[in-house]
């Protein structure tokens, strides 16, 4: 079993220049060698494939003295054999009456050519403690990697994305308990992530921040004052700025490490764990500090849980965050005047009073459960294809132009 982990990675203005060259070198690659497998195609019906034209773009580097890695060449003829499968597949359709006429597999117009693949770890690239990726050609990049890779390192890909940014993704290959299916009878729970409490669960448990990163986080508050009180481009500055930037690295390490003793308790507790899609609606506006920090500790609960739901073969499904605050979790009722300052939830209809995220997480879990019993319905299998956040993992591989067969990931 294969599982992809994602991470922004920082290249320096040099280093992004040279992935840039390499992007342009594969991409013209990836054209020459398309061009030749059309070319054979035409004159014999054959075409170079596999093999042959990892060869051949291994020569044609060499002729057009390319710098990309050549082991990076044989990814290039991978995409370029894959393309010509699908080929080959419409043109079969084709003559079975059912599509119009195959068009040959596209060139790829300048820019088009987005990611630059290492298939053989640890050729090309190593991974060195928590922060460092030395890539071979462009020197060593700043990661923003934690120490989560389980299971044997594969490959490597580098992609660029739209944004500008770039990002590795380091594809493992190890036991991961995937095939588990997950049933409605299996013990589930709704999260809700709030500004008081950190979160609150559909079973009532509210789970508090804890103290030493609320400590942290005052003191992240206060370097920011003390930031904006020093004058611009003085030596000072520049001072606070450093302080700040530790205040924000060592919050980070410490809901990281709470955040860890936290997801794998919930994996232990249930199998199946409702969350909220996207971040907390709006909830904390106005409050630049709070919602990123807010935002940070959800993105990290739900990259965490989405991981370890996919080792331990559970489920985690992300549910529409639409009117779970105001809404009753008992008689549905919405509550159109439920403000921040508003703890408790009163419902007029049915007179129930709970705390307001626990009522949110209650909502939650309702929406998640009516979501898999609706599936389980259409399917017949229990929780096929849901949207979880396991499966993004999948379409990033897929992304990264990898070939989906050969990976073995379980679509929820
Ligand atoms: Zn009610």
Same mark, same amino acid.
């Given at each position: 079993?294969?599982?992809?982990?994602?991470?922004r990675?920082?290249?320096?203005?040099?280093?992004?220049d040279?992935?840039?060259?390499?992007?342009e070198?594969?991409?013209?690659?990836?054209?020459?060698?398309?061009?030749?497998?059309?070319?054979?195609?035409?004159?014999?019906?054959?075409?170079?494939l596999?093999y042959?034209?990892?060869?051949?773009?291994?020569?044609?580097?060499?002729?057009?003295?390319?710098?990309?890695?050549?082991q990076?060449?044989?990814?290039v003829?991978d995409?370029v054999t894959k393309?010509?499968?699908?080929?080959?597949?419409?043109?079969?359709?084709?003559?079975?009456? /059912? *599509?119009? #006429?195959?068009?040959y597999? +596209?060139? !790829? =117009?300048?820019? @088009?050519?987005?990611s630059?693949?290492?298939?053989?770890?640890p050729h090309?690239?190593?991974?060195?403690?928590?922060s460092?990726?030395p890539?071979?050609?462009?020197?060593?990049?700043?990661?923003?990697?934690?120490?989560?890779?389980?299971?044997k390192?594969?490959?490597?890909?580098?992609?660029?994305?739209?944004t500008?940014?770039?990002?590795?993704?380091?594809?493992?290959?190890?036991e991961?308990?995937?095939?588990?299916?997950?049933?409605?009878?299996?013990?589930?729970?709704?999260?809700?992530?709030?500004?008081?409490?950190?979160?609150?669960t559909?079973?009532?448990?509210?789970?508090?921040n804890?103290?030493?990163?609320?400590?942290?986080?005052?003191i992240?508050?206060?370097?920011h004052?003390?930031?904006? /009180? *020093?004058? #611009?481009?003085?030596?000072? +500055?520049? !001072? =606070?700025?450093i @302080?700040?930037?530790?205040?924000?690295?060592?919050?980070?390490r410490?809901r990281?490490?709470?955040?860890?003793?936290?997801t794998?308790k919930?994996i232990?507790?249930?199998?199946?764990?409702?969350?909220?899609?996207?971040?907390?609606?709006?909830?904390?506006?106005?409050?630049?500090?709070?919602k990123?920090?807010?935002d940070?500790?959800?993105?990290?609960?739900?990259?965490?849980?989405?991981?370890?739901?996919?080792?331990?073969?559970?489920?985690?499904?992300?549910?529409?965050?639409?009117?779970?605050?105001?809404?009753?979790?008992?008689?549905?009722?919405?509550?159109?005047?439920?403000?921040?300052?508003d703890?408790?939830f009163?419902?007029?209809?049915?007179?129930i009073?709970?705390?307001?995220?626990?009522?949110?997480a209650?909502?939650?879990?309702?929406?998640?459960?009516?979501?898999?019993? @609706?599936?389980?319905?259409?399917?017949?299998?229990?929780?096929?294809e849901?949207?979880?956040?396991?499966?993004?993992?999948a379409?990033i591989?897929?992304?990264?132009?990898?070939?989906?067969?050969?990976?073995h990931?379980?679509?929820?």
């Open positions: 079993m294969k599982r992809a982990f994602k991470y990675v920082y290249p320096t203005r040099e280093q992004e040279l992935l840039n060259k390499y992007l070198e594969s991409r013209q690659l990836y054209n020459s060698l398309l061009e030749e497998s059309i070319k054979a195609y035409k004159e014999d019906g054959n075409t170079l596999g042959n034209l990892q060869k051949t773009a291994l020569k044609l580097r060499k002729e057009k003295g390319f710098t990309v890695y050549a990076s060449t044989q990814d003829a995409r393309s010509f499968k699908n080929f080959f597949r419409r043109v079969k359709e084709n003559k079975s009456g /059912k *599509k119009q #006429k195959a068009g597999p +596209r060139f !790829k =117009a300048l820019g @088009r050519y987005k630059i693949a290492f298939p053989q770890y090309g690239f190593k991974i060195l403690d928590d460092l990726l890539v071979s050609g462009v020197g060593t990049l700043k990661i923003k990697y934690l120490k989560d890779i389980t299971g390192i594969k490959t490597l890909t580098i992609k660029k994305e739209p500008g940014n770039w990002y590795a993704i380091i594809i493992a290959e190890g991961f308990k995937n095939e588990n299916h997950v049933c409605e009878s299996d013990k589930a729970v709704g999260i809700d992530v709030g500004l008081t409490s950190l979160i609150a559909s079973y009532g448990e509210l789970i508090e804890p103290k030493i990163l609320k400590n942290s986080e005052k992240l508050k206060i370097r004052r003390q930031l904006s /009180k *020093k004058k #611009k481009g003085s030596k000072n +500055r520049n !001072k =606070a700025r @302080r700040l930037a530790k205040a924000y690295k060592k919050v980070e410490q990281k490490t709470f955040l860890h003793d936290l794998n919930l232990k507790d249930y199998k199946i764990i409702f969350v909220e899609k996207l971040n907390i609606n709006g909830m904390v506006r106005n409050h630049y500090l709070a990123s920090i807010l940070a500790s959800w993105n990290e609960l739900a990259r965490q849980l989405s991981y370890k739901a996919e080792e331990a073969g559970s489920i985690v499904l992300q549910v529409d965050p639409r009117n779970t605050s105001k809404a009753c979790s008992n008689c549905g009722w919405i509550n159109n005047d439920l403000t921040l300052a703890r408790i009163r419902c007029q209809k049915c007179g009073e709970l705390n307001r995220d626990v009522n949110a209650k909502n939650i879990s309702r929406l998640g459960l009516g979501t898999l019993s @609706r599936r389980g319905t259409e399917s017949n299998a229990c929780g096929d849901a949207t979880t956040t396991g499966k993004p993992i379409s591989v897929a992304e990264a132009g990898k070939l989906e067969s050969d990976l990931f379980r679509n929820y």
